[in-house]
């Protein structure tokens, strides 16, 4: 289950990110997930709260905003939503594109006391 491997490692972040500001418990985490990331929200969302228990991140809430995907056309310049993964210029046409966003899984930040 890739969840929870990622859950995981958002822990370990979290952690950290905890101790050097001093937070003895984590109410919410915000993040940002690219729609190319491949996590399932709501699977994430349980993983974390099953390894969180015991930690100063128990029961904290994962708030998570997906970023879509937006390509970037090399012919013609222009950015736009990608849909159906269907990697082509609506402008042009053109099928040179590259990825501007949407494979993002960050930390916006992490809110705690
Ligand atoms: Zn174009």
Do not use: W
């Not at 990110?17 to 109410?27: A, M, P, T």
């Amino acid at each position: 289950m890739h969840e929870l491997a990622v859950a995981e490692s958002l822990l370990r972040i979290v952690q950290d990110e905890s101790k050097k500001h001093g937070l003895l418990r984590v109410n919410q985490v915000r993040l940002r997930i690219g729609q190319l990331s491949t996590v399932v929200p709501r699977a994430l969302s349980f993983s974390f709260e099953v390894i969180s228990q015991g930690t100063l991140a128990e029961g904290a809430h994962l708030a998570m905003e997906v970023v879509p995907l937006i390509g970037h056309c090399q012919d013609c310049d222009a950015d736009f939503q990608i849909d159906n993964y269907l990697f082509l210029c609506p402008q042009c046409g053109g099928a040179l594109v590259t990825l501007v966003s949407g494979k993002e899984l960050e930390i916006v930040d992490i809110e705690g006391e």
